[in-house]
């Protein structure tokens, strides 16, 4: 993500960098699948991802050129499509509501983040037709902007990590007790880095270039 920012803010005559952003997108749609899936409260979760929407909305349009409070010339952060997954994710028959939301409203990535969040959630019941659908959704996406293809590659890392090749970082309360905890800082690190990156690259860019 952050490769695929600094090629996009500072650097957008090299093509490189935004082919390797390609694959950060599918890996948050995966994440969020897993996140939706583990959370003992949805609600919580989707909050959160739209508390830090409205956070990373003035750096983010900063730092990619756009008008944070002009109704016209404005666009939605990557937080505001994946707090919509959520709720993709969690009540499929609301799905008619973000796609039609995507009609009017300037978000990252739009349908086909939407799409690709719901194809996502397929690898969870069928590994077959969730990489078919996939294969296809990103052959398709050529016809919008053709380094989007890129984004496949993510693809093996999520199998990868479907099949258990990765291992977690966790800690344990003692050695006998199985319950896992995952340090808060880490959690909102994730959260914050966000718009502090973005943060950084507008300075950067408002200063150096």
């Given amino acids: ?22 694959l950060s997108f599918p890996i948050f749609s995966y994440l969020l699948v897993l996140g939706v899936e583990s959370t003992r409260n949805v609600r919580s979760y989707l909050i959160r991802l739209f508390l830090f929407a409205l956070i990373s ?18 666009r939605l952060n990557i937080f505001f499509t994946l707090a919509i ?60 902007w053709e380094p989007q293809i890129y984004a496949l590659f993510a693809l093996p890392l999520i199998l990868l990590h479907m099949d258990g090749y ?13 319950k896992i905890i995952y340090p808060t800082w880490r959690k909102y690190f994730f959260y914050a880095y966000y718009p502090l990156h973005l943060t950084i690259l507008y300075l950067i860019k408002a200063n150096l270039f």
């Fill in 166 to 178: 990765f291992t977690k970082w966790i800690i344990r309360l003692g050695n006998d007790d199985e």
């Fill in 85 to 144: 997954g959520v709720i993709i994710l969690h009540r499929p028959l609301l799905i008619i509501i973000p796609f039609v939301a995507s009609l009017f409203l300037n978000i990252d990535f739009g349908v086909y983040g939407f799409i690709m969040i719901t194809f996502t959630g397929f690898l969870k019941e069928s590994k077959k037709y969730g990489i078919l659908s996939l294969i296809m959704l990103n052959f398709i996406s050529i016809l919008l």
């Fill in 1 to 22: 993500m952050t490769i695929d920012h600094i090629g996009a803010i500072l650097y957008p005559e090299l093509t490189i960098l935004r082919i390797i952003g390609r």
């Fill in 57 to 74: 909305h003035v750096p983010f349009s900063l730092a990619l050129g756009y008008t944070p409070f002009n109704l016209v010339e404005y």
